[in-house]
């Protein structure tokens, strides 16, 4: 089973019994009704996200930026990357030693499609919308809500 499969059904998986019966094996999988995406092209697509993720947070041109700014920019290098270096490069077995050309061209070269710039916004936006995990103990949080502070003995 490819790679990128396998990473699909252990997220999905995970997800499905770390909701507790809140998230269906639909959702967990991120499928959608009859005519959605396959789960190799779900695959592609996640993998995708989290390139053009990372490459966001991490290329100094654009890590400052708001997502909507980031997109529009990313989009615009993606676009000349292709139409230029991409035309010498796509033989090469090795990915360009600089970013973001390296992440361009495993996109190009896997044949992950490069979103459009509302789409781009929205992947890039999704690194504000970890969940949130609270770390207090049950008890903890009850007491503190009736107003009684868990570590006094008195």
Do not use: C
């Not at 499609?113 to 992947?123: G, T, V």
């Amino acid at each position: 089973m490819p790679y990128l499969e396998k990473m699909l059904l252990v997220e999905g998986i995970s997800a499905f019994l770390e909701g507790g019966g809140q998230v269906t094996l639909d959702q967990a999988f991120g499928f959608r009704r009859p005519g959605g995406v396959s789960i190799r092209r779900a695959a592609s697509n996640k993998m995708r996200n989290d390139i053009l993720l990372h490459l966001k947070q991490s290329h100094p041109e654009w890590s400052g930026l708001a997502p909507a700014v980031a997109s529009r920019r990313m989009r615009k290098a993606f676009d000349q990357y292709e139409a230029g270096r991409w035309k010498r490069e796509r033989d090469s077995l090795a990915a360009p030693s600089a970013e973001p050309y390296a992440s361009f061209w495993r996109l190009l070269r896997d044949d992950m499609r490069m979103p459009q710039i509302d789409r781009l916004r929205e992947i890039l936006s999704t690194e504000f919308n970890t969940p949130f995990e609270f770390r207090a103990s049950p008890s903890t949080m009850t007491e503190s809500l009736r107003g009684e502070d868990a570590s006094d003995d008195d």
